[in-house]
């Protein structure tokens, strides 16, 4: 199961300080999340644009790590394009924002799908035809440090049973215990932001997460 650290920060400053502390631990051709908020479809909003995330990717590249945007806003398929421009190699949009799949088909390699975990699992089942990474969120989308939902775990098996090769990401309220719990119920990568940084040492954190069996 592959770790991804997770920024979730409210300006690029913070960001790139996150980034750069990621870049002391992960692998070559790591990634690494970085959570956007439009203050519309979740109350946190961030303010970092797609130009900083430019900036941001040339960190990234130095380090030889890729970076993965997880959009939570309203009209998603209206600016994913923009994300993907700026060098997101991959772009995270909800389900239950998109208005319109069709302009999304055309970035469909780079494109994967978010639902919350309050949404039924079955909303995926229509998309996952076209799009083959899905990120399930176990918190409300926007703020970091909530309570983990154990009734991802369902949807989990659920979407695996489905599409037995969708890659399943999880995020939010991550903690060892409940890595375990992720990786038996069939989960690919697990998205973490306070369990790492929060951490007196981030590293530490990080290798103790990718160790889980």
Partial sequence: MKVFPAI???DFRSAKEKLKEAAKFLPKNGWVQIDISDGKFTKAKTKIT???LKLLNVIAQKHK???EVHLMVENPEKIAG????AGAK???IHIEAIKNIKPLLMYKNKIGLAIKYSSPALKAFSY???FKFILILAVKPGFSGQKFNSSVLQEIKWIKSKFSKAVVEIDGGIDLEIAKLI???GGDIIISDSYIFKSKNPASAYAKLVSVK
């Fill in 82 to 85: 923009d994300w993907i421009k």
């Fill in 65 to 67: 790590l890729n970076l």
């Fill in 8 to 10: 979730n920060c409210k």
């Fill in 50 to 52: 797609p130009s900083d």
């Fill in 183 to 185: 990786k038996k119920a």
């Fill in 128 to 130: 996952l035809r076209d």
């Fill in 90 to 92: 991959r772009v995270l």
